[in-house]
């Protein structure tokens, strides 16, 4: 039984700060592949960052590359996602997701729910002034 919980969304001002965090149990994150994909209101899901079980190598999505850092802590199984700058195109709900990301979505950041084994139930980001 694999469960991701995802934690650290709320409300904040544009240029503002976030971290979010993915605990994992049933499973160890340095097991595999971990990502983070997100959903925003009104659009479909968008892959944003994946990381491999040794910490490297670490693929973004090219339009968040510049202020999103994805991390893991194998010791604790979690997984983390920080963002710096944000801004109100960034509002959506974030997912964790466990697998491997295909060579597709790395490339346009486009997937969807079977391209990975697990997910996690979203944290909720609102960057309003």
């Known amino acids: 039984q694999v469960q991701l919980v995802e934690s650290g969304g709320g409300l904040v001002q544009p240029g503002g700060s976030l971290r979010l965090s993915c605990s994992a149990s049933g499973t160890t994150i340095n097991s595999g592949w971990m990502n983070w994909v997100r959903q925003a209101p009104g659009k479909g899901l968008e892959w944003v960052a994946a990381?491999?079980?040794?910490?490297?190598?670490?693929y973004y999505n090219l339009t968040v590359k510049a202020r999103f850092t994805i991390s893991r802590d194998n010791a604790e199984s979690t997984l983390y996602l920080v963002i710096d700058s944000l801004k109100p195109e960034d509002t959506a709900v974030y997912y964790c997701?466990?697998?491997?990301?295909?060579?597709?979505?790395?490339?346009?950041?486009?997937?969807?729910?079977?391209?990975?084994?697990?997910w996690g139930q979203g944290t909720q980001v609102t960057v309003s002034s």
């Open positions: 997701t466990k697998g491997t990301p295909k060579p597709r979505t790395l490339l346009t950041g486009e997937t969807s729910r079977a391209d990975f084994d697990y």
């Open positions: 990381i491999n079980s040794g910490g490297n190598p670490m």
